[in-house]
Structures are given as structure tokens and as C-alpha cells.
């Protein structure tokens, strides 16, 4: 691709939804102003007896948390899929179309410890966050078709609880956007007979410009259509459909990817880096899922410093999402971070 047709304006494709995304590049002409400022560095406490994730702690509706030591799953007491909606009752009619959804969601505590976050566990117990994932998506993935594990992070992100944690969400129909990204590999799949994952994972290895980090069977980019400033793909060097066809090693290595890459997300403004993540991996029906290939991604808000974000408005709600920063600008300046934590590096 020639590099001086990506220096003025154009708009780049994304293959897994089919949508357009506007690249500005001269905006960032002007050099790096640097680090503005870094946010408050928060300290909390191991162990918050106010925190309604902690061990042994009191939930809504007259729940008691267990004392748990690594990892903690419960039914979400404000769940906004419910198993049992009456299906009989949904009309359709022309323009007012209804369907109704069954699901239920869960909510993940990654780890006892209130003051952690994925960035800051030991990778033994990542791997537990995995297995714990990968469980989840096998037991829900018996009785649903999509299901959704997500993690949101930090308050500008609308989280409630600094306790790490995720959530999983689980339908009995496909949502927006694993709809689209089974549409796209479906339809790549039958044209040139691949997976559309992988070919492009093929482009980025030979190119190298986009990719952050990789380990033995892992893989870290900003994709060429990324949306969001320090947007990541994560995604196997092999093709694997979903989280529990994981192998031992591959599992080990997930966490070891994870732990490096939220690290360089936390030195990036020095701050405990908020996003929202999730695994797209194909869904749990029993049709055929050859065209799919497992992936997370990672939305990051911040775009300049701990504080300033981007926001989705104007010119991008009513026409199409845009970006400056290019996403090659972007990966480059996630390349170039340590791996040691900003919190012990300072100590
Ligand atoms: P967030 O921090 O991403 O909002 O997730 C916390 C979830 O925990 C949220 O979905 C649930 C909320 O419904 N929750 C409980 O299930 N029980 C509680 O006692 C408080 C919060
Ligand atoms: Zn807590």
C-alpha cells in the first residue's frame, strides 16, 4: 500500500463489520506534545469491607460473597437478560418489530484482591481468569448462542467498582455486532475460500508496522480500521474457534500476552488504563463456524492523557466514525513501552 495515499485524508475498511472509518491524518502533523499530566495515582486497599465484589462482603438483594481466593462467579442481581421472558407475548407489526430474548448474565471477579487489576496479577493467576472464561463460555454455550465475556474498565468508562471484574452476558440470538463479524468471515469464507482473520493476521506479520506485542502463539495489533486512538485485536496465531478450544500452553500464554499488553496500556499516560474488552469467539449453536476465527478486542477511551478522551459525537454520530491519530502513529507509540509496570518501576 502506497504510504502517501494514507498521509491525507481517506477512509479505511473493516472486513469484520463492512463499515467505513475516516482517517485524518495531517491533524497530527504537529509533534507529540508529550505526557500532559498523569491521573491521581489511587491507592486502595486489598480489601475494601464497602466493596460488594470482596470476599465474604454483602450484595444487593441479601447475597453473601463467599470467601473466595482466586476466582468468583454469580448471577448478575441486576441482570438485563432474564431466562425465563415470556416469549407468547411479542407482537410484530410492520416498522414496530419485536423479538424476544432470553439470557442471563453473570458477573467475574478476577481476583480477591480489591487493590489489582489483570495488569497487575501474577500471570499464574491470569490463567485462572482464563480457565474461569473458557468454563463459563462452555456451560452458558449449552444453552445459549452468543455468549458475550466482557470486561469494562475505570469510572470514565461508567464502571461502578474498582474491583476487578467482568461481566458475561448470554442470548438466545446473535447481537449487532457478532452478527455483522459472522456475516463478514461467512461471506470471505465462501469468496476466497479462508479465514478472513488469518489472511489478515498473514498481511500484518509480513508488514509488522500495526503489530504491539506477540508471543509464541499470540498476537497484539492495532488494526488498519481501527476506530478508537489505542484500539487492539487480539487473536491466535492459529485457527481456533472459541476460548475453550484452548490448549494447555495456549492458555498460559494468553495470560503471559495479556499481562505484557496491559501493562503497556497502564505506562502509556500512567494511569490504570480504562476500556471496555470482550471475546468474539464463533457462537454456540450448532451450526458450522469454519469462517470464524477467536478474537478479543480492546476499546480504550483515552486518546491524549489519562483524562482526555474521545468521544463519539458530531460529524461521527450523524456520518461516520473518524480518527487522527493514525492507527500505525498509534502503534508505534504502544511498541515503544516497557513492560514493567509504571507503579514498580517508580518504587
Ligand atoms: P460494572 O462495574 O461494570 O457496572 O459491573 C458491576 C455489575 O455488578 C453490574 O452489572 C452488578 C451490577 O448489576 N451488581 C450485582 O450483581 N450485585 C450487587 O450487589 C451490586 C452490583
Ligand atoms: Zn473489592
Redesign the pocket.
Known amino acids: 500500500m502506497s504510504h502517501s495515499k494514507l498521509d491525507s485524508p481517506h477512509r479505511r475498511h473493516n472486513p469484520l463489520t463492512d463499515e467505513w472509518v475516516l482517517v485524518s491524518p495531517h491533524r497530527t502533523k504537529r509533534p507529540w506534545q508529550g505526557k500532559v499530566e498523569s491521573a491521581s495515582r489511587e491507592l486502595r486497599p486489598q480489601f475494601d469491607p464497602t466493596c460488594?465484589l470482596c470476599p465474604g462482603n454483602d450484595?444487593?438483594?441479601g447475597?453473601k460473597n463467599p470467601v473466595y481466593e482466586n476466582t468468583f462467579v454469580?448471577d448478575?442481581?441486576?441482570?438485563a437478560l432474564l431466562p425465563d421472558s415470556p416469549a407468547e407475548t411479542v407482537e410484530n407489526e410492520l416498522l414496530m418489530e419485536v423479538d424476544s430474548v432470553v439470557g442471563t448474565?453473570r458477573?467475574v471477579c478476577f481476583s480477591p484482591r480489591h487493590d489489582l487489576s489483570l495488569a497487575e496479577m501474577q500471570e499464574e493467576n491470569i490463567r485462572k481468569v482464563v480457565d474461569l472464561w473458557a468454563g463459563q463460555i462452555d456451560e452458558l454455550g449449552n444453552d445459549y448462542t452468543w455468549v458475550q465475556v466482557f470486561e469494562?474498565k475505570g469510572e470514565i468508562m461508567?464502571?461502578?467498582?474498582p474491583h476487578p471484574?467482568g461481566?458475561i452476558w448470554a442470548s438466545n440470538s446473535l447481537p449487532n455486532e457478532p452478527f455483522k463479524e459472522n456475516r463478514e468471515q461467512q461471506r470471505y469464507y465462501k469468496k476466497h475460500n479462508a479465514n478472513l482473520l488469518l489472511d489478515y493476521l498473514k498481511k500484518e506479520c509480513k508488514a509488522k508496522e500495526r503489530i504491539v506485542v506477540e508471543n509464541e502463539h499470540w498476537v497484539v495489533l492495532v488494526p488498519f480500521w481501527a476506530v478508537w486512538p489505542f484500539e487492539t485485536l487480539l487473536l491466535p496465531k492459529r485457527h481456533v474457534l472459541r476460548l475453550p478450544d484452548l490448549n494447555d500452553a495456549e492458555r498460559n500464554s494468553l495470560a503471559n500476552i495479556l499481562k505484557r499488553h496491559l501493562t503497556r496500556y497502564d505506562n502509556l499516560f500512567e494511569t490504570s488504563f480504562p476500556y471496555s474488552m470482550g471475546w468474539h469467539g464463533a457462537p454456540t449453536d450448532n451450526n458450522e463456524y469454519n469462517h470464524w476465527q477467536l478474537h478479543a478486542h480492546f476499546y480504550p477511551p483515552l486518546l491524549r492523557s489519562a483524562t482526555v478522551k474521545k468521544f463519539i459525537v458530531g460529524y461521527e454520530m450523524l456520518s461516520e466514525v473518524q480518527r487522527d491519530i493514525t492507527p500505525e502513529q498509534a502503534a508505534k507509540r504502544l511498541q515503544e513501552l516497557s513492560e514493567i509496570h509504571y507503579r514498580k518501576a517508580s518504587k
Open positions: 460488594y450484595r444487593a438483594g447475597h454469580f448478575n442481581d441486576f441482570a448474565c458477573v469494562n461508567g464502571c461502578s467498582n471484574h461481566q
